[in-house]
C-alpha cells in the first residue's frame, strides 16, 4: 500500500497519525519550470508542522520534502504545497503525472503569493480540461474542520485589496484534490516573524488555516 492510500486509510478510521510510533505526515514542495519562485519563504512548511504537532494529533515532519512532477516520488507523499510569485508551466508528462497523483488519493495545496493566478489557472485547465476551479463556501466544511472561520478564508496579506478566496477541484466522487487559495497568501504567514514583519493576531489566523488545511484532507 503507498503511502498515500496509508494516509487516507488511517484517517478514515479517525487514528491519529504515529500512535505507534510508525507514521509521520511530510509535506512536500513542488518544484516547477517555468520561472517562479518556487522555493521562496523556506520557513513556511517547517513552522506550520511545528503548530500541527503542537496542537494536534497529527505528528508532521518539520523537514519538508522538495519533490518534482517529472517523476513518481510524489506517490509517496499525501500532501503537496506548490506557491510563488510569476510563470508556471508544466510538460505532458508531468500533466499525466499530476493527473496520476491526484486520480490515486493525492492531494495539492495551491497558495497565490501574487502573480501566479493565471498561470495557475492556465495549467489546471490542462490537467483537468473536463473540470473547473469551483469556488468554495464559507460553509463548506474545509472552514470548520478544526478551527472554526465563520466567514471562509481569513485575508493575510492585501495583495490587490480583493476579497479572499478559496476554489477548489474534485474527483469523481466529491473529494477535494485541489485547493487554491488566492488574494490571501495563507503560507506567507506561516513564515518566521522576521520575514513579513506580520502581527501575531494575522500569524495565528494563518496557522489555524493551515491546520484546518491538513485535517480537513486527512480526514475526508
Known amino acids: 500500500m ?3 492510500k496509508s494516509f487516507l486509510f488511517v484517517f478514515i478510521l479517525l487514528i491519529p497519525l504515529n500512535l505507534s510510533g510508525e507514521m509521520e505526515l511530510t509535506i512536500a514542495r513542488v518544484q516547477y519550470d517555468g520561472g517562479g519562485d518556487w522555493y521562496n519563504d523556506t520557513s513556511v512548511i517547517p513552522n506550520l508542522c511545528d503548530e500541527i504537532n503542537a496542537r ?3 505528528e508532521a515532519s518539520s523537514e519538508q520534502a522538495i519533490v518534482s512532477f517529472k517523476n513518481n516520488s510524489i506517490l509517496n507523499y499525501p500532501f503537496l ?3 510563488g510569485h510569476g510563470n508556471i508551466s508544466f510538460s505532458e508528462e508531468e500533466i499525466t503525472n499530476i493527473r496520476n497523483y491526484l486520480e490515486k488519493g493525492g492531494f495539492l495545496y495551491i497558495d497565490d503569493d501574487y502573480g501566479l493566478d493565471e498561470y495557475i489557472r492556465r495549467e489546471l485547465t ?3 480540461p473536463k473540470k473547473i476551479l469551483q469556488e468554495l463556501p464559507a460553509s463548506f466544511p474545509l472552514f470548520d474542520s478544526y478551527y472554526t472561520f465563520p466567514n471562509g478564508l481569513p485575508k493575510i496579506h492585501e495583495h490587490d485589496g480583493k476579497r479572499p478566496r478559496a476554489f477548489g477541484i474534485f474527483d469523481d466522487f466529491g473529494r477535494l484534490i ?3 487559495t488566492y ?3 495563507i503560507s506567507d504567514g506561516w513564515a518566521s516573524p522576521e520575514v513579513h514583519k506580520d502581527p501575531s493576531r494575522i500569524r495565528e ?3 489555524k488555516m493551515g491546520i484546518n488545511i491538513v485535517y480537513y484532507v486527512l480526514t475526508h
Open 56 to 58: 494536534t494529533l497529527i
Open 183 to 185: 488574494e490571501t497568501n
Open 2 to 4: 503507498n503511502i498515500i
Open 178 to 180: 485541489v485547493l487554491y
Open 205 to 207: 489566523l494563518a496557522f
Open 126 to 128: 490542462l490537467i483537468f
Open 81 to 83: 504545497y506548490l506557491t
